[in-house]
């Protein structure tokens, strides 16, 4: 692997350890997961209809080949070896702030031009012509609970067709600090979120505050993927990234396109029911944070957050085989970390790590695909929570992955955005700011 690095610019960091995403807080009492293949969901609210209030059965879809996508051996070929742009000739513009700890940013793509921005407490904002408006998208903080840091309202995915249907989905945690994962549908004035359409598709009891994941994106296979942490304390005491019988520290992959709550696609590794969840596309994560999919090749890109020394980024080639297993607890990126593996047992291994010197929350986040920064096209760019860093990654046409410093932000880099243009935004957890990618 090669490594370059480039500080461009110098900060003042402010930096507030936040371990929304990073390691290890005290444990708690433990709770048994559920033993049934779907957990049951106790009443959230009053509003939930009686048929949400437990996730039903899931169906079987048949499985997608995914030989449409274009391999991401080709497409890194387009980008040379010197792509890395000159990080001076560019920056951060604020294009709103005021929020109260943002997590996430999606662009509904509706023709409204607004964004809607996920704050830590339970609202949904918009940003409209470079203004954060006062009245919320939707206000889920009586349902929402954030005790913790790393609870709270954590991700969210607009359907695929969300302009013509106004379906979306939320990841987070309820009042007992549980994982909730719900499709709400856009309200008739179609201005805002109603927050009575809630149907509760997954529900998971987290043994601890920490570690929940969080994100949710829709695949180049229609399949919504679903990033769960390995249920949080330090080291995955109960060895749950490892366990196929729990959803904690797996990639879920549901499809969610049906009349039902969601199906399982027929090629999942345990889709039959048997030997492990159904839900289950990858296990051994340890706290899949942030997570994306390049929306020109269909490669999926994994941030997660280490343990002590390293963190990491794993590339997943589109059309790749379900069943992968990242490592977790027997490692911590490549190094080991717990226990042994069992013999003959297969771990993925991830295309860049980094320590503590370099920071201690990775942040993941897109492959710029936009027109507006040419520069970028093709770059990978992911971040630190703790110190502000932003790094590019690409791969060269001799396969080898090349990572450099971008930028020195005096930010805590809670998540990054994509808008339907390919343009890139940053959001700083602390600050309660949103920023975007842009010439000088």
């Given at each position: 692997?090669?490594?370059?690095?480039?500080?461009?610019?110098?900060?003042?960091?402010?930096?507030?350890?936040?371990?929304?995403?990073a390691?290890?807080?005290?444990?708690?009492?433990?709770?048994?997961?559920?033993?049934?293949?779907?957990?049951?969901?106790?009443?959230?609210?009053?509003?939930?209809?009686?048929?949400?209030?437990?996730?039903?059965?899931?169906?079987?879809?048949?499985?997608?080949?995914?030989?449409?996508?274009?391999?991401?051996?080709?497409?890194?070929?387009?980008?040379?070896?010197?792509?890395?742009?000159?990080?001076?000739?560019?920056?951060?513009?604020?294009?709103?702030?005021?929020?109260?700890?943002?997590t996430?940013?999606?662009?509904?793509?509706?023709?409204?031009?607004?964004?809607?921005?996920?704050?830590?407490?339970?609202?949904?904002?918009?940003?409209?012509?470079?203004?954060?408006?006062?009245?919320?998208?939707?206000?889920?903080?009586?349902?929402?609970?954030?005790?913790?840091?790393?609870?709270?309202?954590?991700?969210?995915?607009?359907?695929?067709?969300?302009?013509?249907?106004?379906?979306?989905?939320?990841?987070?945690?309820?009042?007992?600090?549980?994982?909730?994962?719900?499709?709400?549908?856009r309200?008739?004035?179609?201005?805002?979120?109603?927050?009575?359409?809630?149907?509760?598709?997954?529900?998971?009891?987290?043994?601890?505050?920490?570690?929940?994941?969080?994100?949710l994106?829709?695949?180049?296979?229609?399949?919504?993927?679903?990033?769960?942490g390995?249920?949080?304390?330090?080291?995955?005491?109960?060895?749950?990234?490892?366990?196929?019988?729990?959803?904690?520290?797996?990639?879920?992959?549901?499809?969610?396109?049906?009349?039902?709550?969601?199906?399982?696609?027929?090629?999942?590794?345990?889709?039959?029911?048997s030997?492990?969840?159904?839900?289950?596309?990858?296990?051994?994560?340890?706290?899949?944070?942030r997570?994306?999919?390049?929306?020109?090749?269909?490669?999926?890109?994994?941030?997660?957050?280490?343990?002590?020394?390293?963190?990491?980024?794993?590339?997943?080639?589109?059309?790749s085989?379900?069943?992968?297993?990242?490592g977790?607890?027997?490692?911590?990126?490549?190094?080991?970390?717990a226990?042994?593996?069992?013999?003959?047992?297969?771990?993925?291994?991830?295309?860049?790590?980094?320590?503590?010197?370099?920071?201690?929350?990775?942040?993941?986040?897109?492959?710029?695909?936009?027109?507006?920064?040419?520069?970028?096209?093709?770059?990978?760019?992911?971040?630190?929570?703790?110190?502000?860093?932003v790094?590019?990654?690409?791969?060269?046409?001799?396969?080898?992955?090349?990572?450099?410093?971008?930028?020195?932000?005096?930010?805590?880099?809670?998540?990054?955005?994509?808008?339907?243009?390919?343009?890139?935004?940053?959001?700083?957890?602390?600050?309660?700011?949103?920023?975007?990618?842009?010439?000088?």
């Amino acid at each position: 692997m090669k490594v370059r690095s480039l500080l461009v610019l110098r900060l003042s960091l402010a930096v507030t350890l936040f371990s929304l995403i990073a390691a290890a807080c005290s444990p708690g009492p433990q709770i048994t997961p559920p033993a049934t293949l779907m957990p049951t969901s106790p009443p959230l609210h009053p509003s939930i209809p009686p048929e949400a209030a437990s996730s039903p059965a899931p169906e079987e879809t048949p499985a997608v080949e995914d030989t449409a996508v274009p391999s991401s051996t080709a497409t890194a070929a387009l980008v040379s070896v010197t792509a890395f742009p000159p990080a001076a000739a560019f920056d951060w513009k604020l294009i709103a702030g005021g929020l109260r700890r943002p997590t996430d940013l999606a662009d509904p793509n509706d023709g409204s031009g607004r964004l809607l921005v996920l704050e830590q407490p339970g609202l949904i904002r918009v940003i409209a012509d470079g203004q954060l408006q006062e009245r919320a998208f939707l206000d889920l903080t009586d349902r929402v609970g954030a005790n913790s840091s790393e609870q709270g309202l954590l991700g969210i995915a607009l359907d695929p067709d969300y302009a013509e249907n106004g379906i979306f989905y939320l990841n987070y945690t309820d009042k007992n600090g549980n994982t909730v994962v719900s499709r709400f549908q856009r309200a008739a004035d179609g201005q805002r979120g109603d927050p009575q359409s809630e149907q509760v598709l997954l529900y998971v009891e987290q043994p601890y505050a920490n570690h929940n994941g969080g994100d949710l994106e829709f695949g180049p296979d229609g399949f919504l993927y679903i990033g769960l942490g390995d249920g949080g304390s330090a080291g995955d005491p109960q060895r749950r990234a490892q366990n196929n019988q729990t959803l904690l520290g797996k990639m879920l992959r549901i499809d969610v396109r049906g009349q039902a709550a969601y199906a399982i696609p027929a090629d999942n590794p345990f889709a039959t029911g048997s030997n492990g969840r159904q839900e289950i596309w990858a296990n051994g994560l340890r706290n899949p944070w942030r997570y994306t999919f390049d929306r020109l090749t269909g490669d999926l890109y994994i941030a997660d957050v280490g343990q002590n020394k390293y963190e990491e980024i794993n590339f997943v080639p589109a059309g790749s085989p379900p069943g992968l297993n990242f490592g977790w607890h027997y490692r911590e990126a490549t190094h080991p970390f717990a226990d042994t593996p069992p013999a003959g047992l297969q771990l993925y291994d991830p295309v860049h790590e980094y320590g503590r010197n370099d920071g201690c929350s990775v942040t993941g986040g897109y492959v710029y695909r936009g027109n507006q920064l040419p520069e970028f096209y093709g770059v990978y760019l992911f971040g630190d929570y703790c110190n502000g860093f932003v790094w590019g990654m690409l791969r060269d046409s001799g396969g080898n992955w090349l990572v450099e410093r971008l930028f020195q932000l005096g930010a805590n880099i809670s998540s990054f955005g994509e808008d339907a243009q390919g343009e890139l935004y940053l959001l700083d957890h602390r600050a309660g700011s949103v920023y975007q990618l842009v010439r000088r």
